[in-house]
């Protein structure tokens, strides 16, 4: 079992940054990839961004040059610049393990607006 507790969501204006956190604990050796998902209202849960165990990134094409996920040990990290409303979702982490089995935390609000 692995469990993630996401920090850092909260409201922020057109063009502002925020950063989140998200903290693995448990079986972390079973984790490959560590990630972010979205979710806005009524729409469906999107892949924000993602890193592997490796450092191998893959990004949204709607965050690229405005998001950057960064890795250390058992904590990742989402740093958002250049927040535009349409970011506005609960950011939700995951992490996958070695035998694809997901995993997922309560979620964190990120509201952009002005």
């Known amino acids: 079992q692995v469990q993630l507790v996401e920090s850092g969501g909260g409201l922020a204006q057109p063009g502002g940054s925020l950063r989140l956190s998200c903290a693995a604990s448990g079986n972390i050796l079973t984790i490959n990839t560590m990630g972010w998902y979205r979710q806005a209202p009524g729409m469906q849960r999107e892949l924000v961004t993602r890193?592997?165990?490796?450092?191998s990134t893959l990004y949204a094409d709607s965050v690229k040059g405005r998001f950057t996920i960064s890795r250390d040990k058992n904590t990742v990290f989402l740093q958002m610049n250049s927040l535009k409303p349409e970011d506005t979702a609960v950011y939700y982490c995951?992490?996958?393990?070695?035998?694809?089995?997901?995993?997922w935390g309560k979620g964190t609000l990120v509201t952009v607006s002005s």
């Open positions: 995951n992490s996958a393990t070695w035998s694809d089995m997901d995993y």
């Open positions: 890193i592997t165990r490796g450092g």
